[in-house]
């Protein structure tokens, strides 16, 4: 069968396709801006890629057409495939009805964590000998690359996002899924633009929940009240808890808990040593040994493949060093991921001195529904640098120098990327850590400090 996969560059829909070629299927797509380093990945495996959304596209006939949720009304090779009449389906619904009814599914949900988490349990499993196949949203240095599939292997994990499926079916995505392992991770508000309070987001994990068969297990922490409240609407398969009152906990045996001592039922499974940092980390890690024991493997098993787990790419990534300055990259957005980011990083770095660059890229944090709560998520820094562009598409809908007028931290608003990464570069000293932080691109900032890093330096020199 031959697919076209429109908005193929989303890592959602790139790891998708990736997956249906090794189904066997003839695979095209279709994107605008087509850019690395999904775009690379996908030629990698031959899969030819078409700038836009031509409507002469449907001239290429594919047998159906795989629409991405990118793809709105208006777009013009939406509207030639409407008006023709031709065969189409969205990404997620294609997936779990060709490729995931035949899978036991391990799908990772939750506001935070779902990149991570999705890769420590792949890695668990591949580490177990059992060859997983996977759809994340990222790359874990682990397994090299976001998509896997083999239909003779019986697992499947995936990265199980709560965002809406597509134009015409405003579910969440992860209700195709057909889950029989569900980690549900954490629950708060986000996505602003497309729900319009947390209990839209609730009855959206409730109805993942009903989609989990008897003989299935949710996993999750009691702790979080929103989670608390969707499993009190019905749950009809196994549960077993993790975190504070689980039966799954951690015992720190470091400040940053970059050493931890796992527990079930109270006794001691076997110590995580890694290079991850944050309670985060230690939640994301309990989870993903708690959906392996669904699949019968020992938590030692897993323990052991964790204290071998490197990290997952733009996940605290350190993008280079500059006469002792530090550039970290890492994908946090939302406020409480910014937060418990810095909180890892602190306890990590100690007093050296931590610049945090943020751009608020997500369109939740572009509408300003959480922007107030910017200045206490990044208190922990030493100066806050906040990008916004003032048209276009990442245009912010409020003013960092208003929300950041009452900061504690010394914080400063850009809207020229340039002047930004001139002041971060003149203000930075050796043995100071820069941590940026966005879901984007950002314009390519991380080579760009590191080069105006060199630059000052070498001034200093003469």
């Given at each position: 069968m031959h697919l076209h996969i429109l908005g193929i560059c989303g890592t959602f829909m790139g790891g998708l396709a990736l997956i249906a070629r090794a189904a066997g299927h003839k695979v095209t797509g279709c994107d605008t801006g087509v850019y690395p380093p999904m775009s690379t990945q996908l030629q990698e495996q031959g899969i030819e890629l078409i700038e836009g959304f031509d409507a002469a596209q449907t001239s290429l006939k594919p047998d159906l057409f795989v629409v991405g949720n990118v793809v709105t009304?208006?777009?013009?090779?939406?509207?030639?495939?409407?008006?023709?009449?031709?065969?189409?389906?969205?990404?997620?619904?294609?997936l779990g009805d060709h490729v995931l009814q035949h899978q036991h599914v391990l799908a990772v949900a939750?506001?935070?964590?779902?990149?991570?988490?999705?890769?420590?349990?792949?890695?668990?499993?591949?580490?177990?000998?059992?060859?997983?196949?996977?759809?994340?949203?990222?790359?874990?240095?682990?397994?090299?690359?976001?998509?896997?599939?083999?239909?003779?292997?019986?697992?499947?994990?995936?990265?199980?996002d709560e965002y809406d499926t597509a134009f015409f079916d405003k579910r969440s995505k992860f209700v195709h899924y057909r889950a029989r392992t569900a980690i549900l991770n954490n629950l708060e508000y986000d996505h602003a633009d497309i729900f319009a309070d947390l209990a839209a987001i609730e009855t959206q994990f409730h109805h993942l929940v009903r989609t989990v068969p008897q003989s299935g297990r949710i996993i999750y922490p009691p702790a979080e009240q929103a989670l608390a409240r969707v499993i009190q609407r019905g749950c009809w398969s196994q549960q077993d808890l993790v975190g504070p009152d689980g039966r799954w906990t951690v015992q720190a045996d470091q400040d940053d808990i970059s050493r931890f001592t796992v527990l079930c039922d109270g006794k001691p499974q076997g110590q995580i040593n890694w290079s991850l940092t944050g309670a985060h980390n230690a939640?994301?890690?309990?989870?993903?040994?708690?959906?392996?024991?669904?699949?019968?493997?020992?938590?030692?098993?897993?323990?052991?493949?964790?204290?071998?787990?490197?990290?997952?790419?733009?996940?605290?990534?350190?993008?280079?060093?500059?006469?002792?300055?530090?550039?970290?990259?890492?994908?946090?957005?939302?406020?409480?991921?910014?937060?418990?980011?810095?909180?890892?990083?602190?306890?990590?770095?100690?007093?050296?001195?931590?610049?945090?660059?943020l751009e608020p890229r997500s369109n939740t944090m572009k509408l300003g529904t959480m922007a107030a709560r910017l200045p206490q998520a990044l208190a922990l820094a030493d100066r806050i640098y906040c990008f916004g562009e003032k048209t276009g598409k990442h245009a912010l809908g409020w003013d960092p120098a208003e929300i950041f007028a009452g900061s504690t931290v010394p914080a400063r608003g850009y809207c020229d990327l340039h002047t930004l990464v001139e002041d971060v570069s003149r203000q930075a000293q050796p043995d100071d850590v820069i941590l940026v932080m966005s879901n984007g691109g950002f314009g390519g900032i991380h080579e760009k400090l590191l080069l105006a890093l060199e630059q000052t330096a070498k001034q200093t020199v003469s």
């Open positions: 009304r208006g777009n013009p090779l939406m509207e030639a495939i409407l008006d023709q009449g031709l065969p189409y389906v969205s990404g997620p619904q294609w939750g506001t935070h964590g779902k990149t991570t988490t999705s890769s420590m349990l792949a890695w668990i499993l591949q580490d177990a000998g059992l060859e997983p196949n996977f759809l994340i949203g990222g790359i874990a240095t682990n397994l090299g690359i976001s998509a896997r599939f083999n239909a003779a292997r019986r697992y499947f994990v995936i990265e199980a939640s994301n890690a309990l989870a993903a040994i708690a959906a392996a024991s669904h699949v019968d493997i020992p938590a030692a098993t897993a323990i052991a493949a964790l204290s071998r787990f490197s990290g997952i790419r733009r996940r605290m990534e350190l993008r280079g060093t500059v006469n002792g300055i530090q550039v970290f990259d890492d994908f946090a957005h939302h406020p409480t991921a910014i937060q418990t980011t810095l909180d890892g990083l602190r306890k990590q770095v100690g007093a050296r001195r931590i610049l945090a660059v």
